[in-house]
């Protein structure tokens, strides 16, 4: 069974795009046939951040216009072969395309692939509809901020009316210092707003913007200089897989030598 799952939010600038390349990434990375779908029909920039620009030949619209075959649109990932990316047209509208169309093309892709991902663009209007129509179920990003939480919840209404009903959330952007200085809402006040399960909590980190201009995904780094980001990225991933991961305590310092005393200390003695 193919999982579709639609990364959405309501408001724009929160991250789903980011969430969108680097869970794909996780999941091509512990071996999962993967297709990315940039439902962001003329504000396209997943490609960018997947550094395949200049990979792109044809788009979603040539496919459904029969230019080229489905097959031939696909951009692979050059790290990840089993990772392609259905690019988006840059200079057509959101009305370039209708939720049938969106759901045809899904469709013929999880013929192929275990995961079929859909990058949905900002709003609650036509491309966020044609982003939602094929979807199974959807994760949707939040930042700990008034606004983004409260149109997070409108999108869970929407989501449910259409019968998308296995949603989880993502919050994206925490500042750890500021939640404890009561500057920013907690993951369990925003968790508590929207009522709809955990899967995901990514913290604040300017190494996201740099992978972002560099076009290649934080899940990418080396274990070893793994950040705390592309870590928490990574534990979606699993999550999605149905494994049970604890969610990583972020107020911890990241390098304390004292705490992996104790976390060394502890392993013995257990
Ligand atoms: P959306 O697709 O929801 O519009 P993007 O994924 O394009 O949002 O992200 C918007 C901006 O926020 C980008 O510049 C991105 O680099 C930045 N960003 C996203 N997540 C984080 C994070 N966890 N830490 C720092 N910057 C982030
Ligand atoms: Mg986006």
């Not at 036509?126 to 959807?138: D, L, R, S, T, Y």
């Not at 925003?190 to 709809?196: C, D, G, P, S």
Request: one cysteine or more; glycine letters at 6%; a neutral charge.
């Amino acid at each position: 069974m193919t999982r579709i799952i639609v990364i959405t939010s309501g408001k724009g600038g929160v991250g789903k795009t980011t969430v969108s390349a680097n869970l794909a990434m996780a999941l091509a990375k512990i071996g999962r046939q993967v297709a990315l779908v940039d439902a962001d029909f003329g504000l396209r920039n997943l490609d960018l951040l997947l550094g395949l620009e200049n990979r792109i030949v044809y788009t979603a619209i040539e496919v459904l216009t029969r230019e080229c075959r489905l097959e031939q649109a696909l951009v692979k990932d050059k790290r990840h072969p089993n990772l392609v990316l259905l690019p988006a047209a840059q200079n057509r509208t959101k009305d370039a395309i209708t939720p049938d169309q969106m759901k045809l093309l899904v469709n013929a892709l999880a013929q192929k692939y275990q995961y079929v991902i859909i990058d949905s663009p900002a709003g609650i209007e036509n491309g966020f509809k044609n982003a939602i129509a094929p979807a199974k179920e959807a994760l949707i990003v939040s930042t700990p901020e008034i606004s983004s939480v409260r149109d997070a919840d409108r999108v869970v209404g929407l989501l449910e009316a259409q019968g998308i009903r296995r949603t989880h959330l993502i919050i994206n952007r925490i500042r750890p210092a500021m939640v404890k200085a009561n500057d920013m809402i907690s993951v369990e006040d925003v968790q508590e707003l929207l009522a709809i399960p955990l899967i995901g909590v990514i913290p604040d980190d300017e190494r996201v913007i740099v992978s972002t201009n560099r076009g290649e995904p934080l899940v990418l780094a080396e274990k070893d200089n793994a950040s705390l980001a592309a870590i928490a990225f990574e534990h979606i991933a699993r999550r999605l897989e149905g494994e049970a991961i604890e969610f990583m305590d972020l107020n911890a310092p990241a390098d304390s030598i004292f705490d992996r005393l104790r976390k060394l200390l502890w392993t013995k003695i257990v």
